[in-house]
């Protein structure tokens, strides 16, 4: 099970972390993504780090701004979100995936290689 919290309500140019913890599994096996979807869009990757921690991808608008992070010991990833825009307003959820080297390098934004789901959680950004 995966559960994501930490969104909520912040003014442009503002600060969240998002944090995903993962329970009845451990996420050395799983490589953690971060998706969101905004209103009238389809769910998009924003994030992912590899089982091992060593690889992280970014989508392009947020690449920057954002940084993935994981710790193990507490079976945590974290969705640190700097300089939010109006435009990065959305439910944001985790999910996890056996995907490793190539397969994530080049299918890390797709929510169909996702076996594992969090609820969503909200984040808004308007002044």
């Known amino acids: 099970q995966l559960q994501a919290f930490g969104g909520g309500l912040v003014q442009p140019g503002g600060s969240l972390r998002l944090s995903c913890a993962a329970s009845g599994f451990t996420l050395d096996y799983y490589a953690i993504g971060w998706f969101r979807q905004a209103p009238g869009k389809e769910r998009e990757g924003v994030s992912c780090i590899s089982s091992s921690g060593g690889s992280t991808y970014y989508l392009d608008p947020v690449r920057g701004r954002f940084t993935i992070s994981t710790n193990n010991a507490k079976n945590t990833v974290y969705l640190q979100m700097n300089s939010l825009k109006a435009e990065d307003t959305a439910v944001y959820f985790c999910?996890?995936?056996?995907?490793?080297?190539?397969?994530?390098?080049?299918?890390?934004?797709?929510?169909?290689?996702?076996?594992?789901w969090g609820q969503g959680t909200l984040v808004t950004v308007s002044s």
């Open positions: 999910a996890a995936s056996l995907l490793t080297t190539t397969g994530l390098r080049d299918y890390w934004f797709s929510p169909l290689e996702y076996d594992y």
